[in-house]
């Protein structure tokens, strides 16, 4: 016996892809936290929700132009 256990080398392989795992999904769990502190989901400028909006159609040619000026001027 190696050491390994019953299963030999695939006890070892499959015992460092376990704690790759953990220490994947406590890094991930750290940073979702660290996120849901800071206010969720990054902020988007208002010419990038302008785009969003005229992308979906939610917005026309003219009105999207207007706003967009509107915003670079000010």
Known sequence: ???????????????????????????WFIKWIIEQSSG?????SALEIL????????IDDEEYERRKRKLLEG
């Open 1 to 27: 016996m190696m050491g390994f256990g019953y299963f030999g080398w695939f006890g070892a392989i499959f015992m460092l892809l376990f704690w790759i795992l953990i220490i994947v999904g406590v890094v």
């Open 40 to 44: 969720g989901t990054s902020k988007k």
């Open 51 to 58: 785009d969003e909006k005229y992308a979906r159609g939610e």
